[in-house]
């Protein structure tokens, strides 16, 4: 992949994460940049194909092509929602850009931090679910960690219920 930013969205097929991702393809990206969607699965015993080979070091980058298709993503574990699917498919289209998936297996928090070391992504959108301060101070906010800790500038797009 040469040419342009990488532009990293954080995605969970959530309605957070679409808002974050609807946010990049409205403000950030433009001609010649990749987008590259990030989801972490949650750590597991894999047994079969590709995800127990991919563990470690997270799936190789997925071409839009190889997103949309059902069977090669239940290789992986992940079900990407037809929204979402639409909203890359277009804006794969019309602005010209180059969109892969990359997967990673454990915990968010750091394996958002690794993405964009090892990719390595121009700047990162996450979205944020809008935990109140005790989910938060329980849980912890991945979004706040990743802000903290990332080596690229991030945005967070905070997601508000209508």
């Keep these: ?24 393809i409205d403000n950030i990206l433009r001609k010649g940049d990749h987008l590259i969607l990030v989801t972490v699965r949650p750590e597991g015993h894999y047994e079969e194909g590709e995800t127990q080979l991919w563990e470690v ?7 839009l092509s190889e997103l949309c298709d059902a069977h090669t993503m239940k290789k992986y574990g ?3 929602d037809p929204e979402t699917l639409d909203m890359v498919t277009l804006a794969a289209r019309q602005k010209e850009i180059m969109v892969v998936l990359k997967i990673y297996w454990g915990d968010a928090r750091e394996k958002l931090c ?32 990743v802000v903290n800790n990332a080596t690229c500038p991030v945005t967070v797009v905070k997601h508000a219920d209508e």
């Design 114 to 145: 690794e993405a964009i070391d090892k990719t390595p992504l121009s700047c990162l959108v996450i979205g944020n679910r809008g935990l109140g301060k005790l989910k938060r101070a329980i849980m912890g906010s991945v979004s706040n960690y």
């Design 78 to 80: 992940v079900n990407p």
């Design 57 to 63: 070091t997270g799936s190789p980058l997925i071409p």
């Design 1 to 24: 992949m040469e040419g342009g930013r990488f532009v990293g969205v954080a995605v969970d097929f959530s309605a957070c994460s679409k808002k974050a991702l609807k946010w990049a």
